[in-house]
């Protein structure tokens, strides 16, 4: 990890490859890719000490964008790429860059099991409630009813929640965030990337093209303040325009109050990223009932998969000398003269 | 084996062990195969069980068999047919009876053969009954294996009965062992270190082995007793290898040489998961042998690591490898070197998952969307597992690019005596990865091999993406130029023959001057070879050719080809190979194939051969 | 659906093959299949009537041995067949049987989607902890740290958790029952069968041979009332030897109250299935600190996706006729004479 | 085209549309190609895309095109090279001049050569400068085209000023509808329809279309105008039709013959996804079309349909179908009719998702583990692929066996005229369902077809178990016997061979008389009909015949084979069919391969049959 001598060192474009990026004007994908970049300057390592594994998408061509190193993949797969590169090269800094149906449809069970492993990469999903790429199709994170190319009667499947899979899936790290909120995304990303274990990091990204204004319910600035919600551990759950409104624990359930600004009464929740109970009940607030949260909503510590890898190849060294010859001639052996 | 003429010196003996799961027989057949390893014999297994876990006792899909050949010469395959078989129960019987040499040697647990055993096997009568004339062709020793064994165990009086049922596979091996002329030692130093912390177990089992060895002393069971005398093998130290052991042996002395830690993933399946067992238990060599959730994250999971600059290994078996081809070609594509392991089972989708066959040839080198090309390599013989790993990183890593090794269920299991190889006869090979950012261009070839660099993801300078997207040769930004793709997709292909210059001439086997040239790959040649024994001792002439470089073919393929009047291909599938070589050489060849999920027979070879020389004598 | 006259037709052995199972001696497998013919018998429908659908597994193998239409299909893929199969023919009765390595580890992507589609089928997942039919590798949901063939050292990653996983993806029916309850075991999948949507069976099944005794801790019966809890619609969440335990709510989590049997105190709380909050934390309850949870943990009516294809199919007929002369010469036309 | 010699009337003509993704091109194409229809000619389209949504206004690698050819004659091709090139940007024109023809008129929006523009397209200087010698070879037509736009809708006050650009298309389709003398009504019909709702917009591009026009007709700004009588096309009534159309009738079409609804189960990805849109919105028809997580549950859940009774069918392309491969094998192994698109795309991996190529026909026959049948059938044309998806479904529901589709990307996005076929011309299809429990054995099988009976799962009497797992021949039940699986490996192989017999000869098109035999198959038939056009106008003979049934060939195939000198085989990969007729027939063959992602060019066609017959010649 970097000193904070070298966390001066960087700027955003240090992080940026001479490729000129190919995504629609007024594509969110813009918004994010400046964010890493600007987190990466922030977090201080050099270029050559990060490496971005992404799969197929509009969100995937993220690599070729990037200064560092980078692995355009296929649909669906970046996730078990990355923890092969980060169990072979422990040192990097692995990032994965997914969107909703590369890392939700397709790539659903790498999630799944890259979450219960923990290896020590950084996964991204932009999560635009569509397939951009092969020009819009609904995704599993596409309300229900949706009318789009596949579906012109309208969606019929439940949505999945990114966030509450990971949560469910044991993930040690989960943040969510919108595109919009800069500097809270790259403060985020900083987080998760100091978050020793995966860190999911689920982005609402607005696809312009082919399903604009998705999250404008909650992501629209004049109303996004009573939408939202920030949570932030051992601070208050407080939102709401004039920060007029928090939560409190009803019988087994979270309830909003609303209160005078400079009155938060003492039964407002104080966050607890590492309580498991309280991070479910954030995370299965249903908006618009209530408000969508953004920021760190899990944090918890948990060994990492690739750390156990090598521990376990370094203590069978400590018991087992590595003699390659003494193996081959291990068992019965007998001469032929 | 000439058992009517009562020989007592034999040049080569099958012999083949048959009972329920449950019974051991994979246990006994290993130890049997030991104490004849010790004794200087060559000799060739072949374990063969049925996919169920434990089926129902006394059931006929329910038997687990173990066959053995062994011999005082060089020996190549299994056995077709045994001279000797023993059945511990009536379905061991039924199933194996039909293929055991006539005049053969029978031995039955007699305890077994009662009624309700009888009629779960299928039996109409006990062919046990003196005046059954099912069995009429052998000389059939009933012993009650079963008596017996609880006989001498008699004054255990705090082992329980069915522990001691559990040593019946012992009496037996006592008196195979007896018949052979076998020592008892290797067995009680394997019981002592199975069961020394047992002592009850431990010795319960060398009692039996005694009694069963001793009772044939005593008794004249046997009319006679058998000496096979030692193989002239090669001097050395020899152990005894199976496929699976000298597959992860091979990677491991490979990864050694190339100086790179290994990380192999895969998804349990059978057969492959043996390797997987084998290197997750060998993790201080720089081994991390990972269990993934399915196939494909565990080929990609690998290719993150050659990526990454690890030497990434995956290996399945069909269901599993049909699951990875996706990911194969995006290895194709980026030109890393990532080895697949397929490991041939038989048979379509779930088929016969215990039973072996070389139906994807066809699959390795055309399975692929578009035209992808990668190196294949097929070993021949559970030894040969050892050096084929070895080639396979060897090349993989100097020409930066997929290695798939098609190697078989049969060969996993299947062991032999494997001389120790000198590690220091392993070739050369070095990862040269790239440290120069200067001039670096991701797709800038090597004049020779047209390999590009391999970089350790975090090298300082050389950072640059790839991925799945066609490319511009040497830059390798991404495009969609029409001429740009067509010479790529051509580079590609080249790259893979260039190979030809770095891998060695084929050397005809069996006999140069013959009329009729074999052709085969992998465990045929087993066969092959010992049919052309048979063939020369009837004063004929085959020659044999082993491809066990399928992609590219060695260099001098062709003119071996044309040097002969006939060429017959030879393999365990519909003809595959058969198909390449008829489009690429334009030889209009003959055809062995078969797809039983068994090794090929030698009688059945034998046959062909002698019918193809009618022929060619016809002509 | 079935009218009492037929329900007391039928007799489990109806539901038999001829064919004889072959699982190990001593798998609770047996009794699986038994309570499913059983629970057949129960239902009322003939063998016709059903089909069941599997992947690869020693659990799988299970349609061979029903004497209703079976297919025996590959490994981790039960769930889209049999979904498909719905879809053609509404009137079946479909009934899925997976196992942890089919279910969750290589089918897990299909678990999630699959649940989040809802349609009417059943899913009994037989979770051993272990493959079995490879003979004996760590499974998804094996305990950390379990020793195994393709983990000698012990395995590194945090096992998963069915139900939740269930209940996360929204299932509209969770159950989860140990396979030595018998009784039990055939009212669930009764139950299973009666409701309208997905139905997620997850069975606690020994492997014998590879993984004996795994749930003896909380299904051995001499302690096994203190550490399961039946939970029932409607019931009060009492548990222990001498039904003396009970779960209370406390500040957002549930907490275990001891108390005389025959003073229930009215704390205790009535369960209810369709409270999504409670039936979470029902499922997330740790064991041992918790008891194990058994019998339906949730069940909430949600619309079917095959019902919904069909609707929409219905209602695309209403709106145009399918006129196929009509539809190939639509567009503009023009004559050649 | 002769332009040079100012010719009034003109058998064919290539006129190509180019500029930036947002520019409306394709739809720019799409309405020429309607006028054209109705004008009565032939025609044939080629829109090409790149796979950016909306890459970067001006740059090369976001240009996007289309191209039609059409003539007074039958055309086979969207054209080799532009006579006419529209472009509306300089990055058009960049990517573009180099393939029109010498003498050939490029119209260029002269508004959008401005510095900034050039550079992006990587121009040095402005090609439009009088002093420039890039378009030397060319009549050069800079048309104003954005400011004219602007113009004729400058008092549209309330009509924005991205809108008002948005129109610059049509006056670009004006401009040329005037050079090639078209009606204008067909596109104001079309315009009416789509806008009919937003009058501004309607009105804003009905205007600049006749303003385009009209600007022609005053201002001279072509010296002369082009006319191409109708074609002599087959009386009947015609429409427009692209490849995904027709595809998704043909099966709508077998659908209601077989009367059996649809299940179309799907993942998105270019080009198939095209047929699942289209289908989705048909629901009426009784389509099941369904988009699931990923391509393998798209073919599981389509085989699950079929297993049911109903039609299962998938579509993907390269990577997708490289993960269906594993389910395809069960349906193979249980017999099942299931239906395979594969719209085959260019490259390995990822590679050129946007482009078209033939690369998959050796993965379609061999691709799967272990000896896997199945048919492959190929459409020539994009309406072929109506009779192609018929065919499809007869074939596998009448052998109960999967069907594979090699389709195309170009024929999908490719349109051509029509004509309407009587739909009581389709061939009778029954799904004979067996209900009879009498003698039931789920493998016994129709003597001639070799099927096993398709059952209704549900059906009172029939229930029993299917499955991956080799199974004994009628019986169906599980069996591990070596030469049962020997046998059934046989029996699926001849039951997809007997198909042979149900399939139509093959007809040699081109010269029959000629001494060259071109083989070939899919879109690459279009190339050869027309190179063959080429050559009989020199006077010289080509034979041609079309693999439309790839597995099994034809019957006559092998004859045809031989009654030629030579044999050729032209395809879009590095030589698939090519090596399976070598090796079948042992006939030693020509090849031309290309992989451009794009048709093969005529031009390059006609050179190498050129070349055949001159060594033909000289032998
Ligand atoms: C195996 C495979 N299947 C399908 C595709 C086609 N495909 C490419 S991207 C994509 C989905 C893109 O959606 P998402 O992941 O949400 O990314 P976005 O484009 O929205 O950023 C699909 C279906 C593919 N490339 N490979
Ligand atoms: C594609 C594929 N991969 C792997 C296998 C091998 N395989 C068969 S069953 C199985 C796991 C079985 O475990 P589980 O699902 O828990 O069932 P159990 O045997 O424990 O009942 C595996 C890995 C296979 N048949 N196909
Ligand atoms: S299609 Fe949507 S997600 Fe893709 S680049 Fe365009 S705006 Fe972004
Ligand atoms: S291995 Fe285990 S799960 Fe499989 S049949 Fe045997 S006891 Fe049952
Ligand atoms: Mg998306
Ligand atoms: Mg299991």
Redesign the pocket.
Known sequence: MSTTAETIKYKANDFKSTAEPRWCPGCEDYAILKAVQTAMAQIGRPSNEHAVVS??????RFPYYMGTYGFHT???RPLPIATGLKISNPELAVWVV??????I??GGNHLMHALRRNADITILL?D?R?????KGQY?PTSEKGKINKTAPYGTIEEPADPTGLAIECGASFVAQISATYVKELVNVLVEAYNHKGTSFVHIYQN?YIYNNGAFDGFTERSIRDDNNIKVEHQKPLVFGEKNNKGLVMGYGKLEIVEFEPENVPDSVIIYDETDLSLVRMISDMKFPEFPVPMGVIKRVKSPTFDDAIHEQIESAKTKFKPDLEKLISSGDTWEVK | MAVEKQLEELEMVTVKFAGDSGDGIQITGDQFGNTTAIAGNDFSTFPDFPSEIRAPLGTTYGVSSYQIQFASKDIYTPGDTPDVLVCFNPAALKVNMGTVNKGGIIVVNEDEFVEKNLKKAGFESNPLDPNDTTLQDFRVHKIPITTLTLKALEDMKDFGHADKLRCKNFLALGVVSWLFQRPLEPIEKFLKKKFGKKPPILEANTRVLHAGYNMCDTMEIFPIMYKIPPAKLEPGTYRNINGALATSYGLLAAAEKIELPIVYAGYPITPASEVLHTLAALKQFDVAAIQTEDEIAAVTMALGASYGGSLGITGSSGPGIALKI?AINLAVMTELPLIIFNFMRSGISTGMPTKTEQGDLAMALFGRPSDSHLIVLAPESASDCFWISIEAVRLATKYMTPVMVLSEGFLINASEPWKLPDLDTIPEMKASFRTDPKDYLPYKRNKDTLARDWVRIGTKGLEHTIGGLEKINETGEISQDPENHDLMTRIRAEKVERVQNDIPDLEVLGDKDADLLLVGWGSSIGSMRASAEVIAKSGKKVAIINLRYLNPFPKNLEEILRSYKKVAVVELNLGQLNMIIRSKFMIDTSFLGRVTGQPISVVEMVDFINNELDLLKEH
Chains 1, 3 share one sequence.
């Open positions: 799969g197929i998408g509009c969100s995937s296929i649909h669906g997914t969107g909703d149906g590369d890392g449809s397709i932009f635009n569509i397939y951009g790429l092969t995704s696809c | 996706e």
